[in-house]
């Protein structure tokens, strides 16, 4: 299934039935009086989170959804039906934002939250509604009131606990298609990753979500590459695991070049604890290996791990330190205490 996290639809609820307006008329009843019902509320749209679904797709083949109306009120004192509300299915992390693309109206984090995103109009009343002891034959009835109509955007933001960052080619589906069961794209060329991937982990004994999302390179913000619109899909993570390939010419730059392209996203992405490790030490040599572990420790003020995706040297050594993190409350002040080195939370620049 093709993986989508953003789609534009128009929603509008019902309209409200209209009101009648029409007196007794039976044989041997002289004063039957007014008896016009009134007419049915308009369906409401719902927004709700459906267990199972992991993308926006089905919103690529429809963007119109439109509830019932009300049905108008008739003789008999009869009231119209009201009308059927419409329930759009998204997946957990969903966002809903307003056709500005910037004012939030909701955001859905649990499975089975509901929210009603459009009321359905009123139904108008019948004359037997304005019936009285001054106003014996009211010939007047209300008409249904009109439903409600927008555009909105829904933003998929998927919900992990740790999330994986780096250039491209760093190693981050290797890794996650060793530590858990995604089978992501592997090849030995760029940009690999085009969607987000997920995958749970297990680590003596303790389970999370671990994201994977395409690899950033210098310029991301403005567009070069895929861009770092894919960096939402990370916002809700508690930790960040960046990856820096050994085998690179300066890992210190390479670390640096993400950074920046962190802070110019925003989301508070550079604020989020962060565990730097230097993957791929099996591909090169003892001396060069330390070369580049001193530079991405200046680069990064801090002690990175050594691991291999590939053979699986510091793997668990990983896996530990993100569970250390994940096991603390998010972003907290004990979570950001100075107990490791790399477990201090990266400063700005």
């Not at 298609?177 to 969607?195: C, E, G, Q």
């Not at 010419?249 to 550079?270: C, I, N, P, S």
Request: aromatic fraction near 6%; glycine fraction near 14%; hydrophobic fraction near 35%.
């Amino acid at each position: 299934m093709k993986f989508l996290d953003e789609a534009k639809v128009y929603i509008r609820s019902g309209d409200g039935g209209n009101g009648c307006v029409a007196f007794r008329r039976e044989k041997f009843i002289e004063f039957g009086g007014p008896s016009g019902g009134n007419g049915g509320r308009g369906g409401n749209v719902i927004i709700e989170v459906a267990d199972g679904l992991n993308t926006l797709i089905d919103y690529r083949y429809q963007q119109h959804f439109k509830a019932q109306k009300g049905e108008n009120g008739s003789g008999s004192d009869r009231h119209g039906a009201n009308g059927k509300n419409i329930v759009l299915k998204v997946p957990v992390g969903t966002q809903i934002f307003d056709e500005d693309r910037e004012t939030l109206i909701h955001d859905f984090t649990k499975v089975g939250e509901k929210f009603v995103l459009a009321e359905g109009g009123n139904g108008g009343f019948g004359n037997a509604h304005f019936k009285s002891s001054t106003n014996r034959a009211p010939r007047n009835a209300n008409p249904g009131q009109p439903g409600e109509e927008r555009w909105i955007w829904l933003r998929l933001k998927l919900i992990a606990d740790a999330g994986l960052v780096g250039m491209p080619n760093a190693g981050k589906s290797t890794f996650l298609s060793k530590v858990s069961a995604a089978k992501p794209k592997i090849a030995d060329y760029p940009f690999t990753t085009l969607h987000p991937q997920l995958g749970v982990v297990n680590a003596d004994g303790r389970e999370f979500v671990l994201a994977d999302i395409p690899g950033l390179i210098e310029g991301a913000h403005e567009g070069t590459g895929l861009g770092d619109r894919f960096l939402g899909h990370v916002e809700r993570c508690r930790v960040l695991l960046h990856l820096v390939d050994a085998t690179c010419e300066h890992a210190g730059k390479v670390y640096k070049t993400v950074r920046k392209e962190l802070d110019a996203y925003g989301g508070q992405l550079t604020d989020k604890i962060e565990i730097v490790a230097l993957n791929k030490i099996d591909a090169v040599e003892p001396d060069e290996l330390k070369k580049q572990k001193d530079r991405l420790k200046r680069a990064a003020k801090k002690t990175p791990l050594l691991l291999s995706g590939a053979t699986g040297e510091g793997v668990q050594d990983a896996l530990r330190a993100l569970v250390d993190v994940i096991g603390e409350a998010p972003v907290s002040n004990k979570a950001k205490g100075q107990a490791e080195p790399w477990a201090t939370p990266v400063p700005q620049g």
